[in-house]
């Protein structure tokens, strides 16, 4: 099976993968942000939700 390495760019694992294309991590980057900091969801619950999403998912990080 194929790897893939990661990037200098971006500070988590899923960010150095998308950093290959800085373009792509930029308008992640934003919309992540977007859906993060604003919008009528508490931090707290957004949170709630990632963490149940990536056990979910079986992310490993």
Same mark, same amino acid.
């Given at each position: 099976?194929?790897?893939?390495? =990661?990037?200098?760019? @971006?500070?988590? +694992? =899923?960010? !150095?993968?998308? @950093?290959?294309? +800085?373009?792509?991590?930029?308008?992640?980057?934003?919309?992540?942000?977007?859906? =993060?900091?604003? @919008?009528?969801?508490?931090?707290?619950?957004?949170?709630?939700?990632?963490?149940?999403?990536?056990?979910?998912? !079986?992310?490993?990080?």
């Amino acid at each position: 099976m194929a790897t893939i390495t =990661f990037s200098k760019n @971006g500070s988590t +694992p =899923f960010e !150095q993968l998308l @950093g290959h294309n +800085p373009e792509v991590l930029k308008k992640w980057s934003s919309l992540e942000e977007t859906l =993060f900091y604003s @919008g009528v969801l508490d931090l707290e619950l957004k949170e709630e939700v990632r963490r149940t999403l990536a056990f979910t998912n !079986q992310c490993h990080y």
